[in-house]
């Protein structure tokens, strides 16, 4: 834990220190106590944490929490990533998009309470081209994303950018659970196949 | 169903990989996979990669930099102030009439005289996950690495550990009013309390958390929503081994 560490206590700043490092190498200084190596990932991917957390929570100060805590927690435990098993990019936006997810589950059923007591309007259903609307994709996912079928689109966009589990989002199409897990599957297969013929590699 | 979908469980790594599985028992079948599969590790990361590319970097506003060097410097001196579990306790029940039998806040209550008189609980495994009906369950082991109890001794929460990850069980928590947060803390002994995040207000009943290696000590507490900078009251305590 941080407070068994010898830590750097001099301030830092994000890109102040270490610019030319491997991630690899940034993470094993955070794990020693370097606080200027985790700036410099912070410098790195911050961009890629905050967007995500963003488009899924589409609400800044909840994305503001859920970007604070995945760098929170490099920093407590980088021992979790493991280079071996992928690249700290998409790690860390795993990361965050995961309690972005928690965070806009917990978030609907605060609301949902709130609903029932009626001191709250009807939370709307969740709006497929609202959800691709609020993420803001880029032209070439939005032109991938278009390339799914329209049951690959739908399972892909609600859960991914809507952060609905498979179950709601099987209730909320009224198809089989296990369809959905399909469709899922097949959706990542569709996007990435779109995205290399485009020329994007993900 | 594909050879390939009958050894590796594709489907659900996908929904696993877009955070489409919010069932622990689920999620714990998926994560054990994974500690044995190096092909479906592979594929996660892959699934990952290319999820980390559907969304445009944007730069988050100046002042997160800001909170993140703040959690990752000294820890704050404690400053604990007694919370009146009464008091929440009136709130749950005047907020959720239905819902005050299945809280345990009343036992909570006495752990208002008791701040930090937590229970220290040595590390004790358990077959877990007994009522389990999914498939491959049964053979799942939890790990209690905890119980988190009031001073009455009423179990309030455990820490367990599955499938490579740590969660905190809030099933006897019960549900906060709107507007409140559980917070879990560190409370190594003869160091301030340190914030190891929020749990959110009970609806969800396990929340993954990160402890640091060394955690020996932790409590949970009820927060205003946004979390404190220490606690206002701790509930209960438990003796962890990392």
Redesign the interface.
Known sequence: ????RS?A?S????GAAASDAADDELVRSVGAGD?RA??EI?RRY???????A??VCND?VLA??V???V???L???P??FDPH???L???L??QA??RA??TV??ET??QR??ER?G?LAPVPEPDVEATVHA????ED?RRAVDQLSPEEREV?VL??FG?????E?AQLLGHPE?T???R??RG?IG??RA?EAQG?T? | MTAAARSHP??????Y???????LRERTVIESHLLSCEAC?QQ??????????????????A???G???A?????ADPVVVPVDFGEARARATQ??PGRASRRRLVGLAAAAAALVAAVAVGPELVAAIQDAGGPGSGEQAERTLGVLTAADGTEVARVVETGGRTYVALDAAG?LP?GRTYQLW?L?DG?PP?SL??L??G??TS??V??????TRVGISDEPE?GSPAPSGLIAGAGMVA
Do not use: C
């Open positions: 834990m941080p407070t068994s830590r206590r301030r830092a700043r994000p606080q985790l700036a912070y911050a961009g890629a944490v905050w967007a995500v963003r488009r800044r503001e929490d970007s604070q805590t760098f929170a927690d920093w407590r435990r021992g979790r098993r992928g690249k990019r998409p790690w936006v795993a998009h995961a997810v928690d589950r917990s059923a605060r309470r709130q007591e001191h993420a803001a994709l880029t996912v892909i859960s991914y952060g609905h589990s498979y179950r989002t296990g959905v897990k399909t899922i599957r990542l996007l990435r995205l994007v993900p | 594709l489907d659900d790594l996908a929904a990989a877009v955070d489409a599985i919010d069932d590790r996660l990361a892959s699934d990952w990669a290319l999820l980390a590319g559907l969304v445009a970097d944007e730069d988050p506003p002042h997160v930099w909170a993140i060097e959690t990752t410097g000294p820890p907020d959720r549900v709107a560190s190594d160091r340190v995040g929020l959110g207000d609806s969800d929340v993954a990160n402890l640091p290696a060394g955690t946004g």
